[in-house]
């Protein structure tokens, strides 16, 4: 069965093999047994919804997707709804954060495709079982990235040196509120034990409220040896404005050569070398 899969909004993470498609249907395509549009964001919804009407001239339509119908509990499926290369062994996260749009218990599948990009709501809260097979995996991989991020409060030494053994390109955490930065900048300890660098550790933070203090929790991020990436906040209907200057801030803070040339900066006035 040949299927087309339609995505409202393209990103890094979006396949773009031949039966991919961002948008309307063309005049003339391709014959397809199904289309699924897959959103992902809930202020794409309309969007979503809209090109369902439109691909109906195609093939019967299915609609879907996280924003759509929740985490899923089924196994991934490489390549089909995010790009090659992109692997999710697990589902679900067991913190229930208030804040957080995955509402569900962890699932961990015993079958998952290889990949060298971990997009696991939560990896580390698996068990130490799964935790092996996903490293068992992994060993077989170059340039891993951990997109998906890594809860800082559960980084221990074990983990840090299972990391070691692995040939990672990036290690994503995040620090999005005041109260995480201990805990954030212990994982970030632990990770410099064994020898990953500002190169290796990144981490999301979530700003858009109080530039004062999200400018000092990103300095206080870069200063304990991590690469801050600003993201700014939008909720479901993605209708909060941003000024300008909100946008300029945001983009200052989530471009590793602007960041890479204020740490020079200041490191050169305090005489410092950067790592």
């Not at 929790?217 to 939008?234: C, N």
Request: aromatic letters at 10%; proline letters at 3%; a positive charge.
């Amino acid at each position: 069965m040949r299927v087309a899969r339609v995505f409202p909004t393209k990103t890094s993470m979006t396949p773009t093999d031949q039966d991919s498609y961002y948008g309307e249907p063309e005049l003339f395509m391709p014959s397809y047994d199904e289309i699924h549009i897959s959103c992902t964001f809930t202020w794409d919804i309309s969007k979503a919804k809209r090109l369902a009407g439109e691909w109906l001239r195609v093939a019967p339509v299915k609609l879907g997707g996280v924003a759509i119908n929740g985490e899923s509990d089924q196994q991934f499926i490489a390549g089909m709804y995010l790009r090659k290369g992109i692997t999710i062994t697990s589902r679900g996260c067991p913190n229930n954060c208030s804040f957080c749009m995955v509402k569900r218990g962890l699932i961990e599948f015993d079958d998952f495709p290889e990949g060298n990009i971990v997009q696991d709501n939560n990896i580390l809260a698996c068990s130490d079982r799964h935790w092996r097979l996903v490293l068992d995996m992994l060993r077989k991989q170059k340039g891993i990235e951990f997109k998906g991020g890594l809860e800082a409060s559960r980084i221990t030494d074990k983990i840090a040196e299972d990391l070691r053994g692995l040939s990672i390109k990036t290690l994503w955490l995040a620090c999005d509120h005041p109260n995480a930065l201990n805990g954030f900048k212990k994982a970030v300890k632990i990770l410099q034990k064994v020898g990953f660098t500002r190169s290796h550790i990144y981490c999301y933070v979530l700003i858009g409220k109080d530039r004062l203090e999200e400018e000092n929790r990103l300095k206080e991020v870069l200063f304990s040896g991590a690469m801050p990436f600003a993201q700014l906040y939008r909720n479901k209907e993605d209708n909060i404005y941003y000024s300008k200057e909100w946008k300029q801030f945001q983009r200052e803070w989530s471009r590793s050569a602007i960041i890479r040339s204020k740490l020079a900066i200041t490191n050169l006035s305090r005489g410092l070398r950067d790592d």
